[in-house]
């Protein structure tokens, strides 16, 4: 079965950054598409961030030209650089295989102002 560990959140000021890992395993995860999606508070959880299984990638409108998605298949670790963070950026961040059901724990993000 799919396993998914993200780490890498914490609190930081506006204007700071942020590293996410998500290490993989229960999967061929290198022809998989994987995804970056964040909850905050009393709010849908969302996609923020794509990559394809070629390295392709896909952004919110939120947060383009602010955070990299990139993909390590030898370590089956995927990766969220989220730079120049806001505090509407706040939320618990997960990341998540395209077409499967499960979902990892989370990481929290928090920017203060």
């Known amino acids: 079965q799919v396993k998914l560990v993200e780490s890498g959140g914490g609190l930081v000021q506006r204007g700071g950054s942020l590293r996410l890992s998500c290490a993989a395993s229960?999967?061929?995860?290198?022809?998989?598409?994987m995804g970056w999606y964040r909850q905050a508070p009393a709010k849908q959880r969302e996609l923020v961030a794509s990559?394809?299984?070629?390295?392709?990638?896909n952004y919110a409108d939120a947060v383009k030209g602010r955070f990299t998605i990139s993909r390590d298949n030898a370590k089956n670790t995927v990766y969220l650089q989220m730079n120049d963070l806001k505090p509407e950026d706040t939320a618990v961040y997960y990341c998540k295989v395209l077409g499967q059901s499960a979902w990892g724990q989370g990481t929290q993000v928090t920017v203060s102002s």
């Open positions: 229960g999967i061929i995860f290198s022809i998989y598409t």
């Open positions: 990559i394809g299984s070629i390295g392709t990638t």
